[in-house]
């Protein structure tokens, strides 16, 4: 009996969104978002082929992840973040101003199957908004560009589960709050505090650096290096969940004010302890093509028989290109092997501009079992050598693994401009005055 009425209450919110104005301007927007950001990487990325006779770089820097999907795909983390808050927002916050909610508490189904129906509209609200993403990489292929099936599935994990997030969160504001303008502005200062959180942690160790790398943009940017992890997927989902059920409790405005602050407790005793548990896996799965987040599997075959803790204190300040280098192509890696592995950033600017020599900037230390050694490098192979011979063992022996050829692309985006600018824009405009007329 279940299923019926929800199909039956699915129909009436996707009804309802197709009568939402901000759901069409999401879609009048999408398109030329997509476009703008395609055509430029498609630019972009045929100079880096060598376009016209100019210099072309490296064939295995190439990569249609970094080049073309993650760039393309990244006006949907914008419409997450700034768009599609207001049409979810709509969905909780309509009926309770306008006092349709005292109807809908009226229907024979409960308010989790009501909200998931207006879920399940969101979603296939938000699967038509893909489509100027996916004809975007129709026309990558088109133009004899190659696409990864791994990473550009798990890149459409990523974003899907944002996604999820972004709304949750827009629908709890709707929830908690008496009017729509209300939560809009909870909505967004939740987008300005995590932003605020990314920029606080950068370069820091400790708990605030392991808060800060389940915000919804620091979590995206796994997936788009290629990179699939456990606890972030745990996370997003759990918070997920979190802001429906608070959705849920506070939605029914009726409810005693007592019992809902109980379950709201109770809510965020269960949300600390679930994400407690997720955080503490460090099982994750380097689905890039060119393997960008691992390093050679002999390595890793070795790099797997440290067993004690491992504590790296680095002296490099957050704006140090250095430590981005060493994050990306070294310690992130050990993070992924090395399950006891403590990093401390001890640095005390922010830029090292001002930090003296005297003070060891500069310095990368690594200790293990009492034994410690000092490395400046940030190159590969200089730390691993230096690291097995901290932790004694023996180095694997020099194999040719396959190398990563790249792929260069020197195409023009033809016909971008008039199905991205014109034509979607277009179809949209005719399907919401279709729409309109058929209700009218």
Same mark, same amino acid.
């Not at 699967?127 to 190659?146: F, N, T, V």
């Given at each position: 009996?279940?299923?019926?009425?929800?199909?039956i209450?699915?129909?009436?919110?996707?009804?309802?969104?197709?009568a939402?104005?901000?759901?069409?301007?999401?879609?009048?927007?999408?398109?030329?978002?997509?476009?703008?950001?395609?055509?430029?990487?498609?630019?972009?990325?045929?100079?880096?082929s060598?376009?016209?006779?100019?210099?072309?770089?490296?064939?295995?820097?190439?990569? !249609?992840?970094?080049?073309?999907?993650?760039?393309?795909?990244?006006?949907y983390?914008?419409?997450?973040?700034?768009?599609?808050?207001?049409?979810?927002?709509?969905?909780?916050?309509?009926? &309770?101003?306008?006092?349709?909610? &005292? @109807?809908?508490?009226?229907?024979?189904?409960?308010?989790p199957?009501? @909200?998931?129906? &207006?879920?399940l509209?969101?979603?296939?609200?938000w699967?038509?908004?893909?489509? !100027?993403?996916?004809?975007?990489?129709? @026309?990558? &292929?088109? $133009?004899?560009?190659?696409l990864?099936?791994?990473?550009?599935?798990?890149?459409?994990?990523?974003?899907?589960?944002?996604?999820?997030?972004?709304?949750?969160?827009?629908?709890?504001?709707a929830?908690?709050?008496?009017?729509?303008?209300s939560?809009?502005?909870?909505?967004?200062?939740?987008?300005?505090?995590?932003?605020?959180?990314?920029?606080?942690?950068?370069?820091?160790?400790?708990?605030?650096?392991?808060?800060?790398?389940?915000?919804?943009?620091?979590?995206?940017?796994?997936?788009?290096?290629?990179?699939?992890?456990?606890?972030t997927?745990?996370?997003?989902?759990?918070?997920?969940?979190?802001?429906?059920?608070?959705?849920?409790?506070?939605?029914?405005?009726?409810?005693?004010?007592?019992?809902?602050?109980?379950?709201?407790?109770?809510?965020?005793?269960?949300?600390?302890?679930?994400?407690a548990?997720?955080?503490?896996?460090?099982?994750?799965?380097?689905?890039?093509?060119?393997?960008?987040?691992?390093?050679?599997?002999g390595?890793?075959?070795?790099?797997?028989?440290?067993?004690?803790?491992?504590?790296?204190?680095?002296?490099?300040?957050?704006?140090?290109?250095?430590l981005?280098?060493?994050?990306?192509?070294?310690?992130?890696?050990?993070?992924?092997?090395?399950?006891?592995?403590?990093?401390?950033?001890?640095?005390?600017?922010?830029?090292?501009?001002?930090?003296?020599?005297?003070?060891?900037?500069g310095?990368?230390?690594?200790?293990?079992?009492?034994r410690?050694?000092?490395?400046?490098?940030?190159t590969e192979?200089?730390? @691993?050598?230096?690291?097995?011979?901290?932790?004694?063992?023996?180095?694997? !022996?020099?194999v040719?693994?396959?190398?990563?050829?790249?792929?260069?692309?020197?195409?023009? !985006?033809?016909?971008?401009?008039?199905?991205? $600018?014109?034509?979607?824009?277009?179809?949209?405009?005719?399907?919401?005055?279709?729409?309109?007329?058929?209700?009218?």
């Open positions: 009996m279940r299923s019926p009425k929800l199909l209450l699915a129909g009436k919110e996707w009804r309802e969104l197709l939402s104005r901000a759901y069409w301007l999401l879609l009048l927007v999408i398109g030329p978002l997509v476009g703008q950001g395609f055509i430029s990487v498609v630019h972009l990325y045929a100079e880096a060598g376009a016209n006779g100019a210099p072309a770089a490296l064939p295995q820097g190439l990569t !249609p992840l970094d080049g073309m999907l993650a760039p393309t795909w990244a006006a983390e914008l419409a997450v973040t700034l768009l599609l808050p207001f049409v979810a927002i709509r969905l909780i916050a309509a009926e &309770k101003e306008s006092g349709a909610l &005292k @109807l809908a508490l009226q229907f024979p189904a409960s308010l199957l009501q @909200l998931t129906a &207006k879920v509209a969101l979603l296939t609200g699967l038509l908004a893909w489509l !100027p993403g996916l004809l975007a990489l129709i @026309l990558w &292929k088109s $133009y004899g560009g190659h990864a099936g791994a990473e550009t599935l798990n890149l459409f994990a990523g974003h899907w589960l944002r996604m999820l997030l972004s709304a949750a969160v827009a629908m709890a504001a929830a908690l709050t008496e009017s729509a303008a939560a809009a502005i909870v909505t967004l200062s939740f987008t300005l505090g995590t932003w605020a959180l990314d920029f606080i942690a950068l370069g820091r160790g400790g708990w605030l650096a392991a808060a800060a790398a389940y915000t919804p943009a620091a979590a995206l940017r796994f997936f788009e290096q290629g990179l699939l992890r456990v606890s997927v745990g996370v997003l989902l759990a918070c997920t969940l979190a802001g429906l059920a608070l959705t849920v409790i506070w939605w029914h405005s009726g409810q005693p004010w007592r019992n809902r602050c109980g379950l709201t407790l109770g809510l965020a005793v269960l949300s600390t302890v679930a994400l548990l997720v955080t503490t896996s460090r099982a994750s799965w380097d689905v890039s093509e060119n393997r960008r987040n691992s390093f050679t599997r390595e890793e075959t070795a790099l797997r028989q440290i067993r004690a803790p491992l504590r790296i204190t680095i002296n490099l300040a957050a704006e140090d290109p250095r981005m280098d060493y994050e990306r192509s070294i310690l992130n890696k050990l993070r992924r092997l090395l399950p006891q592995l403590t990093a401390v950033y001890a640095a005390q600017s922010r830029t090292g501009l001002f930090e003296e020599s005297g003070q060891h900037y310095e990368i230390w690594y200790e293990y079992q009492g410690k050694v000092m490395n400046r490098s940030t192979p200089i730390v @691993l050598e230096q690291l097995f011979q901290l932790v004694e063992i023996a180095p694997p !022996p020099a040719n693994e396959p190398v990563f050829p790249g792929y260069p692309l020197a195409a023009q !985006p033809r016909y971008a401009n008039w199905l991205f $600018y014109f034509l979607w824009p277009l179809a949209v405009l005719a399907v919401w005055w279709l729409t309109i007329f058929r209700r009218s």
